[in-house]
């Protein structure tokens, strides 16, 4: 394919994540979102005659069925000529490092905030991540159909709390609870919504003039036209240049529930949203979307069974066409990977899962090499830098049940530790045959055990440890830091010195005692 050709594909892609707190809305939204576009081969799956709740249930059946991992992990739609990827964040209790390095995979975000409830402890983590990665982010304000805070109270916490500066483009009309429509800021013009039953369909829309909207509101219109104007004497209109450096964000007024503002995000999306970009090498060279292929593996998903086959890897793909089929270089090995069972990670016609262009997220099978950061190509050669490690929050003590598997034990260790399943720490206190698992989620012990058990044959036990928190420290602290109740320094197996922490008032009281010592917080997250 042509340069051009390539570009002209990027140019309509959009891939971005959801970022919210359990109960927020994500999947609802998913839904919503899918219902407006059109699913690229698996519209039935989504919209089943089973109604709404069926989507879960759907993807696994079609993933028994078909022999293919769909987890939705990317979900991949068109609207209009745009094609667009979701990706994932999973969250609730498979919360992991994963999560995180999901981020590293997009080129936006879109905030997702239960309007009754404000920012909230998810959200802002995974928010700090794409502060981090320098993001930008779009906020939807969701539920707006329900009781809630004010369009002000909720865009003053966020300014308030993150320093992000929300310019609202679809201000609500109608408080929380009486969803009418939605100003549009930009053309001052009126989105009014009917309900349809039980939000199974997509909400009607009657577009007005700001007079027809003033006749038609009343009091519900001059108020959504006043705030509005307040938050331009405030400055937050929007402005692209600092969307796109994270300082501000479009916000969006909406309920998933019932299918209204969610053309709206769809068309910011489209309009707003960047698309994908080329992309820094560990050698500080540019590879553009137009070069030869290259890909970033993100997520590495081993199954929890003794089959080495169902260890997927999903990669982004950074620059040119992937072809299924086609030999690339794992550049972390300089061995050649066989991309033969590449899959549309979401199930789509035989016709396009065999090629992907920027932006786009394919799963490999089989994938025994490859780990979250790694780089994929084909010539000229390129490897891009690593994925972060997160900050974990939660510790654990991994023993061997029995002695005499301890070979086993370090060698799996060994392996899950280079896959990034899990971070591993060690000091001269604890040794080497009760190393301490950080994590960022719970769960990501869990894998640990049952793969431990699976792959290696070694039954361990896990005991949770009192620290909540983690900070880079160095050498020189290290001895001081050791003597404070609540806190042991530890290293990480890529060099880097932790020091784990009790909670955060011992941190405090540390930092306050000891302002010499080295204590940084760690990438991110809050
Ligand atoms: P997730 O955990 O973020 O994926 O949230 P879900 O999409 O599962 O939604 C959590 C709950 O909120 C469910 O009971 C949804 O029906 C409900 N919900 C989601 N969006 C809306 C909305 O816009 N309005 C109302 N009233 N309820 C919603």
């Not at 979900?75 to 964040?89: E, P």
Request: net charge negative.
């Amino acid at each position: 394919m042509s340069s051009e050709a390539i570009a002209r594909e990027v140019a309509r892609r959009r891939t971005f994540a959801i970022i919210s707190h359990p109960d927020a809305g994500k999947s609802t939204m998913t839904e919503a979102l899918a219902l407006h576009a059109r699913v690229i081969g698996e519209a039935g799956a989504i919209h089943g005659k089973a109604g709404r709740k069926s989507t879960v249930s759907d993807w696994m059946e079609m993933e028994k069925a078909r022999g293919i991992s769909v987890s939705s992990t990317a979900l991949q739609f068109t609207y209009g000529d745009a094609v667009i990827n979701l990706v994932d964040t999973p969250g609730h209790a498979d919360f992991s490092e994963d999560t995180y390095r999901v981020l590293t995979a997009v080129d936006a975000a879109v905030m997702l905030i239960d309007a009754a409830k404000g920012l909230e402890p998810q959200t802002l983590k995974l928010f700090q991540v794409c502060r981090h990665r320098g993001i930008p982010v779009i906020t939807v304000i969701n539920k707006w159909d329900r009781p809630g805070r004010t369009p002000l109270e909720l865009i003053d916490e966020i300014a308030e709390r993150i320093g992000l500066t929300p310019t609202p483009l679809f201000f609500p009309v109608g408080i929380a609870g009486d969803f009418r429509g939605l100003l549009d800021r930009r053309e001052g013009s009126y989105v009014r919504f009917t309900r349809t039953a039980g939000g199974a369909t997509i909400a009607p829309e009657e577009l007005m003039s700001a007079d027809a909207a003033q006749d038609r509101e009343g009091d519900e219109w001059t108020a959504a036209v006043e705030e509005s104007e307040l938050l331009t004497e405030m400055g937050q209109d929007h402005d692209q240049e600092l969307f796109l450096a994270g300082e501000t964000s479009p916000m969006i007024f909406a309920s998933a529930m019932l299918n209204f503002g969610v053309r709206q995000l769809l068309d910011t999306l489209v309009e707003l949203a960047p698309p994908p970009a080329g992309r820094e090498s560990v050698d500080h060279v540019t590879r553009e979307v137009t070069d030869p292929f290259s890909a970033v593996v993100f997520k590495v998903q081993a199954g929890m069974d003794a089959s080495h086959r169902d260890r997927l890897a999903f990669m982004r793909i950074v620059s040119g066409e992937f072809e299924r089929g086609m030999v690339v270089t794992h550049a972390q090995t300089g061995k050649p990977f066989a991309t033969k069972y590449a899959q549309a990670v979401f199930g789509r016609d035989r016709a396009t899962v065999d090629t992907a262009y920027p932006g786009d997220v394919v799963g490999l099978v089989n994938a025994m090499t490859l780990a979250p950061g790694d780089t994929l190509y084909t010539d000229p050669s390129v490897e891009y830098p690593p994925i972060p490690s997160f900050a974990p929050e939660h510790f654990a003590v991994l023993r061997a049940d029995s002695a005499g598997k301890y070979k086993q034990f370090r060698k799996g260790m060994d392996q899950l530790d280079s896959e990034g399943v899990v971070q591993v720490l060690r000091n001269d206190l604890r040794g080497d045959a009760s190393p301490v698992l950080a994590a960022v989620g719970p769960m990501q012990f869990e894998v640990v055990t049952a793969r431990l058990k699976a792959e290696f044959g070694v039954d361990t036990s896990v005991e949770f440890l009192g620290f909540s928190l983690a900070r880079r420290t160095d050498e020189d602290s290290a001895s001081e830091l050791d003597r404070q109740r609540g806190v042991e320094v530890f290293t990480r197996s890529d060099g880097v010195r932790l020091a784990l922490v009790s909670d955060k008032w011992r941190l405090q009281y540390i930092e306050k005692e000891h302002p010499d010592l080295t204590l940084e917080p760690l990438v991110a997250t809050a």
